[in-house]
């Protein structure tokens, strides 16, 4: 008897087989065949067995002739920018993608039906399309259990919320102000032109003020506008239908102006102003040493406002504060040390330089007096503090009194020579002064005509 058992299972599977074969809908039904008996709805609420021959078919795309396209009207509306991350290239945003479709099996009349035009149907139960966001690096969160909104006429609305966190080409260079320009395109996945066709729903102007209204926050970033492409997708001898959005953000740069550039302007403006500290105080390095060590505390603190990777125009602009705020202190020391060793023991001058500082001297000289002239404030002498300047006035003729020619001579000859020196080394400060400007100007100029365009 055993053996017997498969035999007849085997048998009973075919018989059954063959009748649900028979059974089941083929696609050459004209469509009136589907028309949705409803006689009854508005007595015993929804009938689910009036609508269960059109759930059966949800695994198929519901067209009557099977070469017909299925055509997808797309929308969406961006309801926030939630993060923009340049390290990994990201862009998170909010959508509520919106889809709409014909499906030719549903249909009603709406008469019959206790006037009902429109009913909402769990979205599990029809056929959906495949649209995807090509963009999209991440695992989709949507809410499985959707609800899609059917007409009489079989036209099909469904929104469905998503977080996109899509990749795209991030450039801060212009940080912080910089926009930036990500693409979502929304194709199928497997239906080729043949298949499926996308149109928009919406106007493209529409769908960015429904967004632009629709984003209030007032975070870091702001919606410019979107735009749109439709390049169909050749992979191999296929097309694909697809729709790009070019969504075009600029970011807010008020907190990175009032936290990064002004403090930093400041720095510098000080930096650049303590050139008129008189270098024979020796207060002009301790000064720009407690500058210097301020400004590297202020980069340590907003370096976490700074974007982590790239380099962007300000992080150059910080690097060219700093090297200015260090090649002042170095001037500082090295002016400081000048004078110091002119003062003790001023070596011989060059000849060629003695007469062009004798020829500036001159210069400044007639400058003065002519202002002098004019009736402007009589400019103080070079007055050096610093220096043993009435002791050594008071010397030569002191050593004139005493009597000694000779060493008054080698005396004033000193002090001549000193004189000459100091000189100098306040000329000297006040071209490489004129020369940080100069240099700090066109380096400003050159950021900020970068930024602009
Ligand atoms: C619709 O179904 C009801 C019973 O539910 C039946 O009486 C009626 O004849 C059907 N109408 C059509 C057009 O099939
Ligand atoms: C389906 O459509 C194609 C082209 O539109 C046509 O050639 C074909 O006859 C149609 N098939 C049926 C069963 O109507
Ligand atoms: C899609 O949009 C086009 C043009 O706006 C319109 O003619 C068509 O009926 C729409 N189709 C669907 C399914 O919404
Ligand atoms: C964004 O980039 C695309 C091409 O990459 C371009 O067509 C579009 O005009 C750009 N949009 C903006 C606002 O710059």
Redesign the pocket.
Known sequence: MEGGWPHQEGWLLCLLLSLLLQGSPTF?QSSNTFTINCSGFDVHGWNQTAFQPLFDRKAFRPVI?I??PTRVNISFTLSAILKVDAQIQLLTSFIWLELFWDNPFISWNPEKCGGITELAVAADNLWLPDIFIVEFMDIDQTPSDLVAYVNSKGHIKYKKPMKVTSICNLDIFYFPFDQQNCTLTFSSFLYTVNHMLLGMDKEVWEITDTSRHLIQTQGEWQLLGINKATPKLVVGSSFYDQIMFYVAIQRRPRLYVINLLVPSGFLIAIDALSFFLPIESGNRAPFKMTLLLGYTVFLLMMNDLLPPSGTPVISVYFALSLSLMVVSLLEAIFLTYLLNLVTTQPPPMPHWLHSLLLRYLRATAGSKRSQKENGGPDPNPIHLPGLKEPGVKAGPAKAWLNGDPHSTWAQLEHQQKVDIWVKFSLALDTLLFCIYLIFMISSLITVIVLWIN
Do not use: A, L, R
């Open positions: 050459t002739n070469s017909d």
